[in-house]
């Protein structure tokens, strides 16, 4: 259900599978682009590359929201998902933290 005036999450969806077809029409071939976002956009991706499609609400599809600092690879132009929330580069002490927002079991 959109907010007042907001988008939807099927606008967010298009909105950034848009962008991320723009960047990579703009990037070499077999070159690594890398995007920093908040939770919203990297779930919206994978999503996608999931082929997922959400049911009104983006957080309704069976992947939870993407921790502080995690890091998701989707591979373009055909998009499948490569890794999702790792947060394997992290120290282990801040693989378990409150800091990362949502906390690992």
């Known amino acids: 259900v959109p907010r007042p005036g907001g988008e939807t999450w099927a606008d967010v969806r298009h909105r950034v599978v848009d962008a991320l077809a723009d960047i990579a029409a703009d990037s070499p071939d ?3 682009v890398v995007v920093s ?3 919203g956009p990297p779930l919206a991706l994978a999503s ?3 082929g ?5 609400n983006l957080y309704q599809v ?3 929201p993407p921790w502080n600092a995690s890091i998701t690879i989707i591979r373009a132009p055909n998009p499948h998902l490569i890794a999702f929330n790792d947060v394997g580069h992290l120290p282990l002490e801040l693989q378990h933290s409150p800091h990362l927002g949502f906390l690992r079991s």
Request: proline share 12%; hydrophobic share 40%; glycine share 12%.
């Open 62 to 64: 069976p992947l939870m």
């Open 37 to 39: 976002a908040h939770g």
């Open 52 to 56: 997922l499609r959400p049911k009104g």
């Open 30 to 32: 077999n070159s690594l």
């Open 48 to 50: 996608w590359a999931c």
